[in-house]
C-alpha cells in the first residue's frame, strides 16, 4: 500500500448557547486541562468582570478601537450583542491554522451563524442548559438587571430554535463542567478519525 | 422551553476492516472495559481458534446450519469470506435496539458494504493497520499457510480503497489497543451528541 496514515487537517471548532450556558467556563477549563489548541481571544467592548484578564480572556477594547478594526476588515466576524460589541480577530484565526493547530474559539450564537456561512466546515457545537440553571448562573453573575435577565432569558428561549444550524449538542449541566469537558474532546477526537476531512478556509 | 432534554437514539455501530486488523481483539477489549453496547454475535463456520467460546464469540454452526439460517431469512446479511461463511442473526440486533441499547458488531469489509445500504444510518468504522503490522499479527496467528496470507494482504490492499465507504477511520497500532478503544469510544460519544440524530430502520 503503503497503509493509510491518517493526516487530519487543522479544525475550527465554536462553542456557541445561550447567554449564561457556561461557554467561558467550559473554555477556561479546557485551557485548565492543557488542550493543545489555539484558544481565540476575543475582542469585546463590554466592561472586564472580576478576575478576567486583558489579552487572556479577551481583548477589552473600547468602541472607537473596535470601530476601527472593523474598517480595517481585521475582523473574522463581529456583532453587537445586548448592546456590546464582540469580534474575532482574523489575523490570529489564520496564523494558528497555519501552524497546523486546531483552533476553538466561544461565539454568541448570532456570532456562530455568520461563521457557518463563512467557514462552512467549521464544527459548532451549541452549549444548552435548562432554564433554571440557566436563570440561577446569569443571576450568580450579579452584573445584570431584572430587565436584562427577563431579557436574557427571552433571548435564550428564541436562540434555542437555531439549534437545528449546529453540528453537536452538548448539555453543560451544574456541577458537571468536565462532562461537558469530556463530550466536546470527544467530539473533536471523533471529528479528526472522520474519513471526509473538513477543509477550514478563511 | 423548558429547554432541550437530549434523547439520543440508539446507534448501529460496524467495525471493519482488513482481516487482521484487530476487530476481535478491539470487541473484546471494549466488552473487558464494559461498555454498555450489545455486542452482536456473529454466526460462523470457520472453525474455533484456540480461546474462542461458542455463543460468546461466535457461534460456531455447520454449512447447513447456516444455509438453513439463510433460508430462513435469518441473517442481517451474510458472506462467504476466505471460504468460510459469517452472518449476523437479525432477531438479535432488532431485540437490542427495540430495549434502547447501542449495538456494535464486528464485519468484514464487504459486509459493511451490505449494512451501508441495508441501513444507511448505521455509523462505520474502519480500523487499519501498517502492512507490516498486518502481516506480523497474521502469522501470530499459526493458522495461516503462506498462500494464504498472500492472499490475505492482497485482499487488505484492495479492502483499503474501500475506506471512502466509511465514515470513520481509526489506526490500530501494536501495543496500542488502549488507544484504538478510546477513539471508538469517542466517535460513540460525538454521534450521541449529533444535532441530526441517525435513525436505524431494520
Known amino acids: 500500500m503503503d497503509f493509510y496514515e491518517h493526516a487530519s487537517q487543522p479544525l475550527l471548532v465554536v462553542i456557541s448557547g445561550p447567554s449564561g450556558v457556561g461557554k467561558d467556563a467550559t473554555l477556561s477549563r479546557m485551557k485548565e486541562m492543557g488542550y493543545p489548541f489555539h484558544f481565540v481571544v476575543t475582542a469585546t467592548t463590554r466592561p472586564k468582570r472580576p478576575g478576567e484578564v486583558h489579552g487572556r480572556d479577551y481583548f477589552f477594547v473600547s468602541v472607537d478601537e473596535f470601530v476601527a478594526m472593523i474598517e480595517k476588515d481585521e475582523l473574522l466576524e463581529h456583532a453587537l450583542v445586548y448592546d456590546e460589541y464582540k469580534g474575532i480577530p482574523k489575523s490570529q484565526v489564520r496564523q494558528a491554522l497555519a501552524s497546523g493547530k486546531d483552533v476553538i474559539m466561544r461565539l454568541d450564537v448570532q456570532g456562530a451563524a455568520t461563521i457557518r456561512k463563512l467557514v462552512p466546515d467549521a464544527v459548532l457545537i451549541f452549549l444548552v442548559a435548562s432554564e433554571k440553571e440557566l436563570l440561577g448562573r446569569l443571576q450568580a453573575r450579579k452584573t445584570e438587571s431584572p430587565a436584562s435577565l427577563t431579557k436574557r432569558i427571552a433571548t435564550a428561549r428564541q436562540e434555542m430554535t437555531r439549534m437545528v444550524d449546529f453540528d453537536y449538542v452538548v448539555v453543560n449541566r451544574d456541577h ?23 477543509r477550514i478556509v478563511l
Request: proline share 0%.
Open 176 to 198: 458537571h463542567l468536565d462532562d461537558t469537558v469530556r463530550q466536546i474532546a470527544a467530539i473533536i477526537t471523533a471529528e479528526k478519525c472522520r474519513v471526509e476531512q473538513r
